[in-house]
């Protein structure tokens, strides 16, 4: 049989629905985020607006040097899993450091956030007794995989919305055992989870929450502990994940939680046990990220100017986007082949890198460009962005957002 023919048909109808993705070809300036070199078209330089370095971490100084600092000390590699040869001193020291961002008694790190979830939902849901999972209708593929790969029993409630899952929960049978899985930031509509409704619902119900703060560590809170230590809400909720690979620049993931809920995942998780564990080196940069983070205020209130910045103007423009209170500015296109196109453009003609957003990571017909301002880039950035999108909203004949 020839295969290839078997995967090209499928890629050509991705193609002829506007729906398949080209990866640029950039190189990141270290000192220069932002900027990024852009190797698909001579080398020349782009503005990167759809990072999830959300604050620039990943080329602060200090993360920097202490990523080179462990290289010199302990080399590049693990060594292999956690379980068998390892485990190396900043892997403990960076749980011990995410345990006391978010209140908890332990964490446990994964290569990835995308794992940590898959790991975790589904170690919980296989092996809890009678676990029916109840997973907020938009939450990360991450999340909908682990529940499906656990088998659990599973509810799907409606997107932030309390009363449907105070409903659902009253419908289980007595003897469940209840995981509510939702996310705090949703980061293609950017919209906040009513985290204190959904933990009171809990409580109501004896349930435990697993809540996805990924796009919030680092950004929210005091010390950066998400939208639940801005809440005052983290000591209610039963298990926080996260994620080093975003505001914190870095890779990997994690869960937090009591003693006994980490050391059952850590026992009983494939994804966990079988995987080669983090560098030493990316650890002790993430860690030191996470410490910067817990006293600097600088980076947030820099980045939550710039936020406030590109959307004013976006508004003066009629350029629409969603309005949702968080640092996430998706531009509404809701049409692939356009949304490609614009990209396309922005990239080729005014040096401005932002990847489309098309099925299956939102639905058809909600397609768009989601921007994240960072405090690194400037009010200059800001113009020019602002500018090109207006130039081509007139070029390309798109609708402008009514005052």
Request: glycine residues 8%.
């Amino acid at each position: 049989m020839e295969f290839d023919t078997l995967f090209d048909a499928q890629l050509d109808t991705l193609k002829e629905e506007g729906n398949y993705r080209i990866f640029a070809n950039l190189e990141r300036k270290c000192g220069a985020f932002p900027k990024a070199r852009n190797h698909s078209d001579g080398a020349n330089e782009v503005t990167v607006w759809c990072s999830n370095d959300y604050l620039g971490m990943g080329q602060h100084p200090k993360v920097m040097q202490a990523m080179k600092d462990a290289v010199d000390k302990c080399g590049a590699g693990a060594g292999g899993t956690r379980n068998i040869s390892g485990t190396n001193h900043a892997h403990t020291a960076l749980e011990a450091e995410l345990a006391d961002l978010h209140g908890k008694e332990t964490a446990l790190l994964f290569t990835s956030g995308y794992v940590s979830n898959w790991a975790a939902l589904s170690t919980l849901g296989a092996r809890l007794p009678n676990a029916v999972i109840l997973s907020d209708e938009l939450n990360h593929a991450s999340m909908i995989e682990g529940i499906r790969h656990s088998r659990a029993d599973k509810v799907i409630w409606r997107h932030n919305d309390p009363d449907d899952l105070d409903r659902k929960l009253a419908s289980l049978p007595a003897n469940a055992t209840k995981i509510i899985a939702f996310e705090s930031v949703y980061s293609m509509d950017g919209d906040i989870a009513p985290i204190r409704e959904i933990v009171e619902v809990a409580e109501k119900h004896n349930a435990m929450t697993y809540l996805d703060e990924v796009h919030a560590v680092g950004l929210y809170g005091p010390r950066g502990g998400g939208v639940s230590e801005r809440e005052g809400l983290a000591d209610r909720i039963t298990l926080i994940e996260g994620t080093l690979g975003k505001a914190y620049g870095v890779v990997g993931g994690y869960i937090t939680g009591s003693d006994s809920l980490c050391d059952f995942i850590r026992s009983f998780a494939s994804g966990f046990i079988f995987t080669t564990a983090l560098p030493p080196a990316v650890a002790a940069a993430a860690k030191t990220s996470i410490a910067h983070l817990k006293t600097s205020q600088i980076e947030r209130a820099r980045q939550r100017r710039q936020v406030k910045r590109l959307r004013a103007m976006l508004d003066r423009e009629g350029i629409p986007h969603l309005d949702n209170p968080s640092h996430i500015i998706p531009v509404m296109i809701k049409d692939p082949v356009k949304c490609r196109m614009l990209a396309d453009i922005l990239m080729a003609d005014y040096g401005i890198y932002v990847q489309p957003i098309n099925y299956p990571t939102v639905p058809k017909g909600t397609e768009r460009l989601r921007f994240t301002p960072s405090p690194l880039h400037s009010d200059a950035d800001i113009d020019h962005l602002v500018r090109s999108l207006s130039a081509l909203w007139k070029q390309c004949a798109l609708a402008r957002a009514i005052a």
